[in-house]
């Protein structure tokens, strides 16, 4: 039986950084000899994808799957299917997980939370931290024990004192409303309403649910995380926050 090539796996591949990944990941000699798995919400409606991979070499071998983060089943069912067939010997050991999937709802319409996920959640976080956090620990068995990779994908917003959010005032206050944004997990996971202003309302939302994801990356990955893979990268690209503004969970890509 010839020996699966390593599986490179990137959530979020149409649009935005995950069509810039594969842009960059086709021109690179680990296009062919690496097999990639490129997750999207609907792989029927991925145009900005099909067109990238249109340019593909014909060494490089992929497949486009199914993953919708506003529900934690669809995030089971994959990681079922990769880990089944990586333990059948179909697929390689996954030598990166790239989780650049990523939702953002904010608009003079979010003072209070719009859209919840499939288990009602509020939306940034169930999708941009909870799905997340499932989807590593689901897929883990998976990963390459010795050279293993996982990347996530944060944002200068997780950061309230980060001078890159003064310009637009998401966390400041003269009344110093924004020094204490959440005071439990509830208002975290049902979503805090807020009255000032709903663009910022929204991006604090946001904010909040790659502040998740930050402390998700370093607290699990010193203990639990790195007892399982002996050689980890942790990654982090600043400029999530540049994607433009998306009003539904179809903004996942």
């Known amino acids: 039986m010839t020996t699966p090539k390593p599986t490179i796996l990137l959530t979020g591949a149409n649009g935005g950084l995950g069509s810039a990944f594969v842009t960059a990941f086709l021109k690179s000699p680990q296009s062919a000899t690496h097999h990639a798995l490129y ?14 991979l249109k340019s593909a070499p014909s060494t490089h071998t992929y497949d486009i799957l199914p993953l919708d983060l506003s529900s934690l089943e669809s995030v089971r069912t994959l990681a079922e299917d990769v880990n089944s067939k990586v333990a059948k ?13 990523g939702w953002q709802d904010a608009n003079a319409e979010t003072l209070k939370p719009r859209i919840f996920t499939k288990e009602g959640y509020e939306g940034h976080f169930g999708i941009n931290y909870l799905a ?22 944060s ?28 005071k439990g ?31 998700f990356m370093f607290v699990p990955f010193h203990s639990f995380l790195h007892s399982t893979l002996t050689n980890l990268t942790k990654g982090m690209n ?14 996942q890509s």
């Open 238 to 251: 600043s400029n999530a926050a540049s994607l433009p503004t998306q009003h539904s969970p179809t903004s």
């Open 39 to 52: 997750t999207v919400r609907s792989p029927s409606t991925v145009p900005d994808l099909q067109a990238i």
């Open 89 to 101: 010997g179909e697929l390689g050991p996954i030598k990166s997980l790239v989780l650049n999937a």
């Open 185 to 215: 997990t509830d208002e975290l996971v049902k979503g805090k309403e807020w009255s000032d202003d709903g663009w910022k309302a929204g991006m604090r939302r946001y904010g909040a649910s790659k502040t998740c994801l930050v402390l």
């Open 132 to 153: 997340n956090f499932l989807l590593v620990l689901l897929l883990l068995q998976s990963v390459n024990k010795e050279e293993g990779r996982i990347v996530l994908v």
């Open 155 to 182: 944002s200068y917003t997780h950061d309230g004192l980060d001078k890159q959010n003064d310009g637009l005032a998401y966390y400041t206050s003269n009344t110093g409303e924004f020094k204490e944004l959440y």
